[in-house]
């Protein structure tokens, strides 16, 4: 496309402007999120408890990021085990700029915010990494619209209300692709190892698992790069550049890191985790959810998908020696990629013992590493999208004709998407957030407890799966007082549900024990 042709305003800031409206369509999505403002449920719960547990400390004068919580896992130390960098940021907002909302409502809003710039961190980050403004542009509107069904990717469906609620890995993902993408330019040039180090800390201390993932994606980076120089002196600057990234990193996170490690013997997962987060689902459930189209593109029709499977093969191509293409080493890059965390979702269900050779292989969650898959999938739908135009002379020549082909093009892709998330958004979990307001204060009346006021989890999930409305524990039949409290005439409160923990202090059940509690009377 001749430049001459495109006006001077579009032509500087048209990604500002795409990227502008993506955050508004996020936004608008977001917006029951807050208006309700409830996270007495999924994850929201433990998030909630965590960021009260740093508010008493904080007013006892102890230590933000390591207190005791008697009711997680019957009395735990989390924070000194558990990623504390988007707690942290909530507390403080809500102790400062925040100061005048509720908790519920500062919570919300900053993971609204999250969410809204999420396309601008991967713009960037992929920008750095070294694609065009237009390829990171596509694969940074392409992430806001991923929806898988049952996973933990990158999918806002999983940010949500009704969805699983994995808001400090929503918070990590912001850091993720500047972490990779300096990195990148760290195994090129030497240079940029402090922010890589500052960005990488930052990543690990927000979500444990997608550090981790970043540190598997600089790897594989290295990899590649060695094997494209192929020289002695890349060898040696390669080395120089990670010795001081990992010192520096060290050094960002070693009052947390070094603990953690300490008690790594005391540590014990939960009984109640499904064992399949720590096996993987197996090659076939993985391929056959990407070939139907669960994986990125749940309750419409597969579009992302086969754009997906379109950019990888076009990124791959570019390992024929014979085929002239330029940016060699990004499409290898990302091809790699792109193939290489798709055999890891597997898991060990699959690669059994090869797997062991990562560190702490034992100790992953695997159904997580497809986030780091579809990452690494828009980039290549990005490089696919932006690179098909300049194959069409007349696009290039024709400014009035390529605008109209280029909306009409993204409109046709795009529709089945939007119609799917305003389907989610606009209906299922509004409906779920308002409905659960609503009874919550029907509850309060009956003197149920506040934060019993939520969906049961099983009932939940079902209907989702179902696209059905749930049924909420908070309905005020479901509520029956304990025969024994009937007989003393009180009223059932949260009190009623409170435990001694060793200091005196009382603290509430967890809820998965008070829920055992209220079926077994």
Known sequence: MKEEGIPPFIAKHGHRLVLAAASLLVFCWYYPEIRWASIFYNDGVSHGAIIQGMDMAWARGGNITDFWMANINFGHALLRSYQFLFHLVIWVLHKTLLAPLSLSVCFNVCVTAMAMALPWCVYKGSRILGLLRSEAVIAA??????????????????????????????????????????????LRTGKCWLPTSLLFSATFMAHILTGYFACLWIGIDMLIVLAGEREVAALKRVSVALAKFGALALLWTGHWVIPMAQDNLLQHKSEFEAAWKWTGHGAEKMLGDFANGSNMDADRFPILTILSGLGVLYCLAAWLPWLKTSRRLVKRNLSVQAVLWL???????????????????????????????????????????????????????????????????????????????????????????????????????????????????????????????????????????????????????????????????????????????????
């Open 343 to 521: 055999l890891l979702t597997f898991g060990p269900l699959t690669w059994g013992p090869v797997l062991n050779v990562l560190p702490f292989a034992g100790a992953l969650h695997w159904h997580r590493v497809f986030g780091a898959t579809q990452f690494a999938f828009m980039l290549c739908v990005g490089m696919l999208l932006a690179n098909l135009s300049g194959h069409f002379k007349f696009l290039r020549d024709s400014l009035q004709l390529s605008l109209a082909l280029g909306s009409g093009a993204c409109t046709l892709l795009l529709v089945p998407c939007l119609i799917e998330r305003h389907n989610y958004f606009f209906n299922t979990n509004k409906y779920w957030i308002k409905d659960t307001y609503d009874k919550c204060h029907h509850a309060q009346s009956d003197g149920a407890p506040q934060w019993l006021q939520t969906h049961h989890e099983s009932q939940g999930r079902r209907a989702l799966r179902q696209r059905q409305p749930c049924r909420l524990l908070c309905h005020r039949t479901q509520y029956r007082r304990p025969a024994r409290l009937r007989r003393q005439r009180r009223p059932f409160t949260i009190g009623s549900l409170l435990s001694k923990d060793p200091s005196g202090r009382r603290s509430c059940l967890s809820r998965h024990q008070a829920c055992q509690a209220l079926r077994r009377k």
């Open 141 to 186: 509107v392409g992430v806001i619209f991923l929806h898988e069904r049952d996973g933990y990717g990158i999918g806002l469906t999983n940010f949500t209300f009704s969805g699983y609620g994995t808001y400090n890995q929503l918070f990590a993902m912001l850091f993720f692709p500047f972490t990779v993408g300096y990195a990148h330019r760290l």
